[in-house]
């Protein structure tokens, strides 16, 4: 059997709303899916919708944000070369792909909620019995998929995303364009939760969630899982 084919959609927004302050993808949630996906003998593309560079939220550079994952990232001059030059979104195909990762981060709440090419490719991938799998803030682009009949995917689907607890925790609740906890129950998903900032991944079906940047790992290795099947 060949080496999965995995894309990893990752944000070009680096905004935090009007605050001044600077936003992005989250590089936990980067970097111990790719390792996981990398030392499983993955084939990996990265994509962000605008293309080049995606943008690294400062906040997850600091001490306190640092594993074993993101110390191998900032010493792997290849992985940082493919964060300078990502891939564009709009160019990407299913049919290239045997599954799809999108990590979080809040970059992800203003530009891949709504955006065409993200829901079109999330929904492809889905329609050719492809799992699909995003952590933290990114399960705000499983938000508007649509399935065959209308109906909103994650209706009556056990997932999970970044609580309303984890925004007040770090202050943005009123800073964000949405909150992910009620967007998802809005859309009458089965939205499931535990103690905030403590590793939780969930399965259903296709799709394959996480709760928070500790989850991140864990739902890598799920959708290994779900790819042997």
Same mark, same amino acid.
């Given at each position: #059997?060949?080496?999965p084919?995995? =894309? #990893?959609?990752?944000t070009?927004h @680096?905004e #935090?709303?009007d605050?001044?302050?600077?936003t /992005?993808f989250?590089?936990e949630?980067f970097?111990?899916?790719?390792y996981?996906?990398l030392?499983?003998g993955?084939?990996?593309?990265?994509a962000? %919708?605008?293309g080049g560079a995606?943008?690294?939220? *400062?906040?997850?550079? &600091? !001490? +306190?944000a640092?594993t074993e994952?993101t110390r191998?990232?900032?010493?792997?001059?290849?992985a940082k070369?493919?964060?300078a &030059?990502?891939?564009r979104?709009a +160019? #990407?195909?299913? !049919? +290239? $792909?045997?599954?799809?990762?999108?990590?979080? /981060?809040h &970059?992800p709440?203003? +530009?891949?909620?709504d955006?065409?090419d993200?829901?079109?490719? =999330?929904?492809g991938f889905?329609r050719q019995?492809? %799992?699909?799998?995003?952590v933290?803030?990114? *399960?705000?682009?499983?938000l508007?998929?649509? @399935? @065959?009949? &209308?109906?909103?995917?994650?209706k009556?689907?056990r997932?999970a995303?970044?609580t309303n607890?984890e925004?007040a925790?770090v202050? =943005?609740? @009123?800073?964000?364009?949405?909150?992910l906890e009620d967007e998802?129950k809005?859309? /009458?998903?089965d939205?499931?939760?535990?103690e905030a900032?403590? %590793? $939780?991944?969930v !399965?259903d079906? =296709?799709?394959?969630?996480?709760?928070?940047?500790?989850?991140?790992e864990?739902?890598? !290795?799920?959708?290994?899982e779900?790819l042997?099947?």
């Amino acid at each position: #059997m060949s080496a999965p084919r995995i =894309l #990893m959609v990752l944000t070009s927004h @680096d905004e #935090m709303g009007d605050t001044g302050h600077k936003t /992005g993808f989250w590089v936990e949630e980067f970097a111990a899916p790719y390792y996981t996906f990398l030392d499983a003998g993955c084939d990996i593309v990265l994509a962000t %919708p605008k293309g080049g560079a995606a943008p690294i939220d *400062p906040n997850s550079e &600091g !001490e +306190d944000a640092q594993t074993e994952a993101t110390r191998r990232f900032y010493a792997d001059e290849k992985a940082k070369a493919r964060i300078a &030059g990502t891939k564009r979104l709009a +160019d #990407m195909r299913v !049919e +290239d $792909f045997d599954t799809v990762f999108y990590p979080g /981060g809040h &970059g992800p709440l203003w +530009d891949l909620t709504d955006n065409q090419d993200s829901i079109a490719l =999330l929904e492809g991938f889905l329609r050719q019995q492809k %799992p699909i799998a995003s952590v933290c803030h990114a *399960p705000t682009a499983f938000l508007n998929l649509k @399935d @065959d009949r &209308g109906e909103f995917v994650i209706k009556g689907k056990r997932v999970a995303g970044f609580t309303n607890e984890e925004e007040a925790a770090v202050g =943005l609740t @009123d800073v964000v364009p949405h909150l992910l906890e009620d967007e998802l129950k809005r859309r /009458g998903a089965d939205y499931q939760k535990v103690e905030a900032f403590t %590793p $939780f991944a969930v !399965e259903d079906g =296709l799709v394959i969630t996480g709760q928070n940047p500790a989850s991140s790992e864990a739902v890598a !290795e799920r959708l290994l899982e779900a790819l042997k099947r």
